[in-house]
Nanobody, 115 residues
């Protein structure tokens, strides 16, 4: 059973940065795809950024140029570096993994950006 555990969320002022981490059971480089999604109050869950097993990256237009997704093999951790944060980035952020056609989700970490 794959387990994903997010950390790094919090309360931050607009314009500042925050880094989210996702620790996984098993090697993160064995997943077909990993990524970050978010759900703001009253909204659907939406894609933030994904990275495939081979390193192909995709970002939502709303975070392009501000957020960076990355992986660290030694730490076996997926990251989301968020810069120039905006109040509209406020949401619960979820770590996601796809393996052998099955989706896995973390429990989520709250990010709140105030102006």
């Amino acid at each position: 059973q794959v387990q994903l555990v997010e950390s790094g969320g919090g309360l931050v002022q607009a314009g500042r940065s925050l880094r989210l981490s996702c620790a996984a059971s098993g090697s993160i480089f064995n997943f077909d795809r990993m990524g970050w999604y978010r759900r703001a109050p009253g909204n659907e869950r939406e894609l933030v950024a994904t990275i495939t097993r081979y390193g192909s990256i995709n970002y939502a237009d709303s975070v392009w140029g501000r957020f960076t997704i990355s992986r660290n093999r030694a730490e076996n951790t997926l990251y989301l570096q968020m810069s120039s944060l905006k109040p509209e980035d406020t949401a619960v952020y979820y770590c996601y993994a796809l393996q052998l056609g099955r989706d896995y989700w973390g429990q989520g970490t709250q990010v709140t950006v105030y102006s």
